[in-house]
């Protein structure tokens, strides 16, 4: 099968492959930009931007102060600028905002000045963002977990003249924040494989919305079994963290490559998801051994933390510890990633992972597939214990 070009409203790229945007400063302009210029959709997360440049911000202990230094909008803007111009005209570039951040709208019109042409938004339903984009040729594709969300959000931005360009779909495998409770993400009818058809009807009745699936994709072969479903594309993000331009400092990369099957659970977030990531590392094994010192939000990064109450309930910063896992701090870090983190065995150029993924190299990495372990975690019980 030959893999079919992707067509969102007027953007028309060769391969059917979203980079997803990873937070905080895995997915900036390097990653994006290579992606773009490999002929995809190559996705720039907007969180916590005030770290791309320190210098250019105001910092308390090297931490952004409040949003409007966390989610710094001239930092959004060069990110963005320097991820086109580093596609050189090919594929295109994005924006993934999550609908939890402060300053949600803000991010959504600096995204939009800063050229971006499309507007990939979850962790929560963004019901305002035709408003905010307004008249700008940009194209909007919500995430969401299920059909009714789909309806929900079909149904609210039909009111202002608009919907979906693309829906992406983001099943329980996926890295960081998840759009299902930790017990639905263990269950069989919340996989991935067992949603796209639904969202599938769901996105035709609303007038065939191109469906994009997310979670848990790594190979040629998963692409080719979704697009069989009926999905106009994938979005990948973990497989990205292998490569040379993925943002993140070598020391996040060697976490993922040294990472077991095993090592990679769901944990309680102050972001109020579960989120998957890499449970062996010093910051979340502190959390678990009942290690919760008092923490000072700087940096206001999510409403639904409000303002460090949840970060200390659960144990831990999510705005510092995803920043300091971006900048190689490997005792503070928290390291996010899909179930397939454990695949990822070398670091290569993204030119030679998307040849891989659409067939023009026909060397794709083999892997011994590891044992399959119970997803059932006792780390997230514990952190949900602990958080009383
Ligand atoms: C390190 C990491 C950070 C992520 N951060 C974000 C984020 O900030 N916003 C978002 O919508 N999704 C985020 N995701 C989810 C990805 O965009 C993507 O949809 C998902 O990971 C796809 O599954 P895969 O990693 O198995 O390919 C993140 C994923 C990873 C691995």
Redesign the pocket.
């Known amino acids: 099968m030959e893999l079919p070009p992707l067509k969102i409203r007027n953007i028309s790229v060769k391969y059917p492959i979203i980079?997803?945007?990873?937070?905080?400063g895995?997915?900036w302009d390097n990653l994006a930009g290579a992606v773009a210029k490999a002929g995809c959709l190559g996705?720039v997360?907007s969180?916590g931007t005030g770290y791309w440049r320190t210098e250019a911000v105001r910092t308390i202990n090297g931490r952004p102060l409040k949003p409007a230094n966390f989610h710094s909008s001239a930092n959004l803007k060069a990110i963005l600028r320097s991820a086109i111009a580093k596609s050189e005209g090919q594929g295109a570039v994005g924006a993934?905002?999550?609908c939890a951040v402060t300053d949600y709208e803000r991010q959504v019109r600096d995204s939009v000045e800063g050229g971006a042409r499309y507007i990939?938004?979850?962790?929560g339903l963004p019901l305002r963002l035709p408003e905010y984009v307004g008249d700008a040729d940009v194209a909007l594709i919500p995430?969401v977990s299920s059909p009714r969300v789909v309806d929900l959000i079909c149904k609210r931005w039909k009111r202002h003249g608009r919907l979906p360009d693309a829906i992406?779909l983001?099943?329980p495998?996926?890295?960081?924040?998840q759009g299902y409770t930790y017990e639905q993400c263990l269950e069989p009818e919340y996989q991935l494989e067992a949603m796209t058809p639904r969202v599938y009807e769901a996105c035709k009745a609303w007038g065939n919305i191109p469906l994009i699936v997310?979670?848990?994709?790594?190979d040629r072969k998963d692409i080719e079994k979704f697009l069989e479903m009926g999905a106009s594309g994938?979005?990948?993000?973990?497989?990205?963290?292998g490569t040379h331009e993925c943002d993140?400092a070598d020391t996040f990369k060697r976490v993922i490559l040294g990472s077991k099957k095993n090592d990679i659970r769901l944990i309680k977030s102050p972001v109020g998801y579960p989120a998957?990531?890499i449970v062996t590392t010093p910051l979340v094994q502190r959390v678990l051994a009942g290690h919760r010192p008092k923490i000072a939000c700087i940096s206001n990064c999510v409403d639904p933390c409000n303002h460090g109450e949840e970060s200390n309930r659960v144990g831990y910063c999510i705005a510092d510890s995803?920043a300091d896992?971006r900048g190689g701090k490997y005792e503070t870090g928290l390291?996010?990633?899909?179930?397939?983190?454990y695949r990822v065995k070398k670091l290569q150029p993204v030119q030679e992972v998307i040849e891989k993924l659409v067939g023009l190299r026909a060397d794709d990495d083999t892997w011994e597939e590891e044992r399959e372990v119970p997803e059932e975690s006792p780390f997230v019980r514990a952190v949900a214990a602990t958080a009383g």
């Open positions: 980079q997803g945007g990873m937070g905080v895995i997915s996705t997360s969180v993934n905002i999550l990939i938004s979850g962790a995430i992406i983001e099943g495998k996926s890295g960081g924040h997310a979670g848990g994709i790594w994938v979005q990948m993000a973990t497989r990205f963290i993140a998957r990531g995803l896992a390291f996010f990633s899909g179930s397939n983190g």
